[in-house]
């Protein structure tokens, strides 16, 4: 049985079985592990000293907790990959079958070395990434909420002032204060409210199905700017899988079942799973990709470094190569979603929002010409 101290509360008790769905660490920890594990293994210490050592200096909570029992378990006589195996959430299929190549060769300190400089470049990747998506939002929320307060809170109190004084309004005016009034009324709100819950607790449910996965996948690479940045980032993590994997000895078509299921998008994961059976029919890699459905994913210029780098007998070599260079096409995407994206939600927001003012202001310039006259 594992135990778990979390601070502030009581000691929780753990099954072993529990431990499978409910144990995560995080992406920073696993990295410092796998680094700390990679420079101690390579100094000659035994492998479960150094996990000994490692627990020791690891803060209270489920890494230390991990790490003892993977150390517990090596001493029982088990092996490193199979008692890694009991926490997939936190040691992925990749990782347990370097890990397991690594035993058979004898080499896994460079192995852990290698792991580690996968982690943090995807790591990276991933935060750059999710960067080039909160910019958006970022600037979406501030338009939503600069909206908010003109409706809510200025609009209506110029309104107000115009009716005391007896002002017929624009026609501009008259509708976003008519707009203002509706949303500030309950009786129209709550069952709006109430149907817009309904439609997001659907479209959640809708999305983790076949079908939703099909549409929001095929929208998420046919969106402009966003579309290629994606579909880089995907090739990106792919490729630098392939290669990590491939050489440090672990075969293609185990490569290939990482890619599959560390892959979120139903196209590229059709893609890769049409490749390895090809494959296994006796295909190239290249040849695989090239006549899996989706295959337009792969621009034909990879196709053909593939196919290189299977005549000549790098192949991991080269899929290292592809990695960069989408990485650094990633770099590209990102920086061009960007400057697009900048002046478009800037436009955007002057457009909403300068279309609340002249409502405010119409108003003003009448009643200044009817006094004038």
């Given at each position: 049985?594992?135990?778990?101290?979390?601070?502030?509360?009581?000691?929780?008790?753990?099954?072993?079985?529990?431990?499978?769905?409910?144990?995560?660490?995080?992406?920073?920890?696993?990295?410092?592990?796998?680094?700390?594990?990679?420079?101690?293994?390579?100094?000659?210490?035994?492998?479960?000293?150094?996990?000994?050592?490692?627990?020791?200096?690891?803060?209270?909570?489920?890494?230390?907790?991990?790490?003892?029992?993977?150390?517990?378990?090596?001493?029982?006589?088990?092996?490193?990959?199979?008692?890694?195996?009991?926490?997939?959430?936190?040691?992925?299929?990749?990782?347990?079958?370097?890990?397991?190549?690594?035993?058979?060769?004898?080499?896994?300190?460079?192995?852990?070395?290698?792991?580690?400089?996968?982690?943090?470049?995807?790591?990276?990747?991933?935060?750059?990434?999710?960067?080039?998506?909160?910019?958006?939002?970022?600037?979406?929320?501030?338009?939503?909420?600069?909206?908010?307060?003109?409706?809510?809170?200025?609009?209506?109190?110029?309104?107000?002032?115009?009716?005391s004084r007896g002002a017929a309004l624009?026609?501009?005016?008259?509708?976003?204060?008519?707009?203002?009034?509706?949303?500030?009324?309950?009786?129209i709100m709550a069952p709006a409210v109430?149907?817009?819950?309904?439609?997001?607790?659907?479209?959640?449910?809708?999305?983790?199905?076949?079908?939703?996965?099909?549409?929001?996948?095929?929208?998420?690479?046919?969106?402009?700017?966003?579309?290629?940045?994606?579909?880089?980032?995907?090739?990106?993590?792919?490729?630098?899988?392939?290669?990590?994997?491939?050489?440090?000895?672990?075969?293609?078509?185990?490569?290939?079942?990482?890619?599959?299921?560390?892959?979120?998008?139903?196209?590229?994961?059709?893609?890769?799973?049409?490749?390895?059976?090809?494959?296994?029919?006796?295909?190239?890699?290249?040849?695989?990709?090239?006549?899996?459905?989706?295959?337009?994913?792969?621009?034909?210029?990879?196709?053909?470094?593939?196919?290189?780098?299977?005549?000549?007998?790098?192949?991991?070599?080269?899929?290292?190569?592809?990695?960069?260079?989408?990485?650094?096409?990633?770099?590209?995407?990102?920086?061009?979603?960007?400057?697009?994206?900048?002046?478009?939600?800037?436009?955007v927001m002057g457009a909403i929002i300068?279309?609340?003012?002249?409502?405010?202001?119409?108003?003003?310039?009448?009643?200044?010409?009817?006094?004038?006259?």
């Amino acid at each position: 049985m594992l135990t778990v101290q979390n601070p502030g509360q009581s000691t929780e008790q753990l099954r072993p079985e529990q431990t499978v769905s409910r144990l995560r660490i995080k992406t920073s920890e696993l990295t410092l592990f796998t680094t700390q594990l990679s420079v101690m293994l390579d100094s000659g210490v035994v492998l479960s000293d150094a996990l000994d050592a490692i627990a020791e200096q690891t803060r209270p909570g489920v890494c230390k907790l991990v790490i003892q029992n993977i150390a517990d378990r090596i001493k029982d006589g088990e092996s490193f990959s199979v008692a890694m195996a009991q926490y997939p959430k936190i040691f992925n299929s990749m990782y347990v079958s370097m890990v397991k190549a690594s035993e058979a060769s004898g080499n896994m300190a460079s192995m852990l070395e290698i792991l580690s400089g996968y982690l943090n470049a995807d790591a990276e990747t991933r935060k750059q990434v999710k960067g080039a998506m909160i910019y958006p939002f970022v600037m979406l929320m501030m338009a939503v909420a600069a909206t908010g307060s003109l409706m809510f809170f200025v609009l209506p109190r110029f309104a107000k002032i115009y009716e005391s004084r007896g002002a017929a309004l624009p026609k501009l005016t008259q509708a976003l204060v008519s707009f203002s009034g509706m949303l500030g009324d309950i009786r129209i709100m709550a069952p709006a409210v109430t149907v817009i819950i309904a439609l997001g607790v659907g479209f959640y449910f809708w999305k983790h199905t076949i079908s939703g996965q099909k549409v929001l996948d095929w929208v998420l690479v046919h969106t402009p700017i966003f579309g290629t940045m994606f579909i880089d980032a995907v090739l990106t993590r792919s490729m630098r899988i392939m290669a990590t994997m491939v050489n440090t000895g672990v075969s293609l078509l185990d490569a290939l079942d990482v890619m599959k299921i560390s892959c979120d998008n139903y196209y590229f994961r059709k893609l890769w799973e049409a490749a390895d059976a090809k494959i296994r029919d006796g295909y190239q890699l290249s040849d695989s990709i090239m006549l899996a459905p989706h295959s337009e994913l792969v621009a034909p210029g990879i196709i053909q470094m593939l196919r290189a780098g299977e005549k000549s007998g790098q192949i991991g070599k080269v899929c290292d190569k592809v990695s960069v260079f989408y990485e650094k096409k990633l770099q590209n995407s990102i920086r061009t979603a960007t400057s697009l994206i900048e002046p478009l939600m800037i436009t955007v927001m002057g457009a909403i929002i300068g279309t609340i003012a002249i409502a405010l202001l119409l108003p003003v310039f009448k009643i200044s010409s009817l006094i004038a006259h």
